[in-house]
């Protein structure tokens, strides 16, 4: 599953790549279900344009109340002046999110795998909860950046720990916006909160406001199967797809059955968080 070098790799660097995890099989078997999920979907129902630099998200009650829903954000570049949209809807979506794993048979089937419970058991989480899942296709031409951001700044716990496990879907290179980490950052802390404010809304509690040292960052070009596991604090990011490939990855983040979760975290669910073996 993992080895012990891979995990002390983890440990050190906080992330590592577990070449190979998922098949080819399994990998097409979840691009095909995103693909038919987005044909059942009416892009007319809801028109959201998701993108880290849009702070119109932060008020955006479509995105903060997705936490036990299957819904779909746009690529930010996806829209003429208009309204209207460049390309078709199927090659405009930046994701879907955030729980097809428990309300999608085949994602649900993938995340809830023996060899997905096997793996959290060697990293430590095997007393773990499901929290958030992702579909993401950094499109062709107009895939949008992620800037650099730890995950616990969204999905913070008491104490701070949760795994982010990236599968690529497609090979993921430095051409289509590949992930790229700062190793060892996760030893610096985290810099920030993202919180639900009193009065509505989301805001950023900043705890450190240095910048990121982004020319520490490092590509992690990583094969179709590859699974990328980043720890909550390790530094991340990806650059815009200017390439005619997509570069689609399925992604999945565990908590510790026994850490607190705020209730002014984003992402609330009134559908209970279930583990590995509650199917
Ligand atoms: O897949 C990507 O491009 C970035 C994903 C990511 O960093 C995240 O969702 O936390």
């Not at 989480?125 to 579909?135: P, R, T, V």
């Not at 499109?139 to 992620?146: A, L, R, S, T, W």
Request: net charge negative; charged share 25%; aromatic share 12%.
């Amino acid at each position: 599953m993992i080895s012990n070098q891979q995990l002390s790799e983890y440990r050190d660097r906080g992330f590592v790549v577990l070449e190979g995890f998922a098949s080819e099989n399994e990998c097409d078997e979840l691009r095909e279900r995103a693909e038919a999920l987005v044909q059942q979907f009416d892009p007319a129902e809801i028109v959201s344009i998701f993108s880290t630099h849009e702070q119109n998200r932060l008020t955006d009650d479509y995105f903060l109340t997705s936490g036990d829903k299957i819904r779909f954000f746009f690529e930010e570049n996806a829209f003429n002046a208009d309204g209207t949209l460049k390309y078709k809807k199927e090659k405009s979506i930046n994701k879907i999110g955030h729980a097809l794993h428990d309300l999608d048979p085949v994602f649900q089937k993938f995340s809830r795998s023996e060899k997905l419970r096997q793996l959290a058991t060697a990293i430590g989480f095997e007393d773990s909860l499901l929290l958030q899942s992702m579909y993401i296709f950094k499109q062709p031409n107009i895939g949008g950046e992620v800037t650099c951001h730890q995950d616990s700044t969204f999905l913070y716990t008491e104490p701070i720990d949760i795994v982010g496990l990236w599968f690529a879907l497609e090979d993921a290179t430095n051409e289509n916006g590949c992930l790229w980490a700062i190793p060892g950052g996760q030893r610096q802390g985290l810099k920030s909160r993202w919180v639900r404010a009193p009065e509505g809304g989301m805001k950023f509690e900043t705890f450190d406001e240095t910048p990121w040292p982004e020319d520490q960052l490092v590509p992690l070009e990583v094969s179709k199967g590859s699974l990328i596991l980043l720890h909550g604090l390790l530094p991340h990011r990806s650059f815009e797809n200017r390439s005619a490939r997509s570069r689609h990855a399925y992604t999945l983040h565990l908590i510790p059955k026994n850490v607190r979760y705020p209730n002014d975290n984003w992402l609330q669910r009134s559908l209970p968080l279930r583990g590995f073996d509650q199917v």
